[in-house]
């Protein structure tokens, strides 16, 4: 299967950031596989933002304090994030990624990244 | 949140050398630790899952060990390839967490 994210590689402060993940090579309906989007600040370690199932089942990170909204679109085999009121500190490289397990803690295909800016 | 505390931050070794990098989980998580390998402006690759597991298509040279709050990874014969940083992720909680990375470089 393979990942690639697209979007915008600079948003302004307080704006919201929105990025998809294209999947091919398999179907975001697949039973037991979840969604991921995952982030790294450059420099520094991985940080999971959350997930979605096909059925639409979400999961978030509290640490976005709830800033985070994750979609996907079954036809399109394709999933969003959108990040709200986005600061510096969003600053980061993004990834997506496919995750199996219970639920979807093994991360074994991943996007090739996309760095965004949050800057004015 | 579950800290995931990785022991050495960084090392140096040379080819052939046996390397081992420590994870140390902040409660039980069972064997629900995974090991990835990051290469400079790639994305974190699979290697090892459920602690011991090696993924498919990975080298025997890479095993992992441990349960609990205790595991390890070991690089048995260490390649020029195989630069690059380690990461150990925890999947028994939510959110799923990792650990901050050992940075491998060969001498």
């Known amino acids: 299967v393979h990942l690639q994210e697209s979007g915008p590689g600079l948003v302004k402060p307080s704006q919201t950031l929105s990025l998809t993940c294209s999947v091919s090579?398999?179907?975001?309906?697949?039973?037991?596989?979840?969604w991921n989007w995952i982030r790294q600040h450059p420099g520094k370690g991985l940080e999971s933002i959350g997930y979605?199932?096909?059925?639409?089942?979400?999961y978030y990170n509290p640490s976005l304090k709830s800033r985070a909204h994750i979609s996907v679109d079954t036809s399109k085999n394709q999933f969003s994030l959108k990040l709200s009121s986005v600061n510096i500190a969003d600053t980061a490289m993004y990834f997506c990624?496919?995750?199996?397990?219970?639920?979807?803690?093994?991360?074994?295909?991943w996007g090739q990244g996309i760095f965004v800016t949050v800057s004015s | 949140d579950i800290q995931m505390t990785q022991s050495p931050s960084s090392l140096s070794a040379s080819v052939g050398d046996r390397v081992t990098i420590t994870c140390q989980a902040s409660q039980d998580i069972r064997i629900f630790l995974n090991w990835y390998q990051q290469k400079p402006g790639k994305a974190p690759k699979l290697l090892i899952y459920?602690?011991?597991t090696l993924e498919i298509g990975v080298p025997s040279r890479f095993t992992g060990s441990g349960s609990g709050t205790d595991f390890s990874f070991t690089i048995s014969s260490l390649q020029p390839e195989d630069i690059g940083t380690y990461y150990c992720q925890q999947y028994d909680n939510l959110p799923r967490t990792f650990g901050q990375g050992t940075k491998v470089e060969v001498k």
């Open positions: 990624a496919r995750a199996w397990g219970t639920p979807g803690g093994v991360y074994d295909s």
């Open positions: 979605i199932y096909h059925s639409g089942t979400t």
């Open positions: 090579g398999g179907s975001i309906g697949d039973g037991g596989r979840y």
């Open positions: 459920d602690a011991s």
